[in-house]
């Protein structure tokens, strides 16, 4: 949940939900992403295949699922600023996981 920032006071304090957008609108935009993404942290440290990426959408506790691009595993602090970093240049919504993660 985001806050509307407006030019009057009463949207200054109203809650409203940010837009739903999709992640990758393309295919050459997630294919950019997944590349990137490989060349900054290391191939070993990017999830493609669904099948290896599916433990990393769903929650313990409130389930869920659904599909993901890629999986960004980095292996250092650094690593994880420079996937996040890419996500952004990419203009690609991020869904961090902090369970479920073995740290």
Do not use: W, Y
């Amino acid at each position: 949940v985001g806050f509307a920032v407006g030019r009057d006071d009463l949207a200054l304090n109203k809650r409203v939900m940010p837009v739903p957008r999709t992640c990758c609108e393309s295919d050459a935009k997630a294919d950019a992403l997944v590349a990137a993404l490989k060349e900054k942290l290391g191939a070993s440290c990017v999830i493609t295949d669904a099948n290896q990426g599916s433990p990393f959408t769903v929650g313990a506790r409130i389930g869920g699922g659904g599909q993901t691009v890629a999986v960004a595993c980095p292996e250092t602090l650094q690593g994880a600023i420079d996937a996040m970093q890419l996500c952004v240049d990419h203009g690609v919504a991020v869904l961090p996981q902090g369970a479920n993660t073995g740290l």
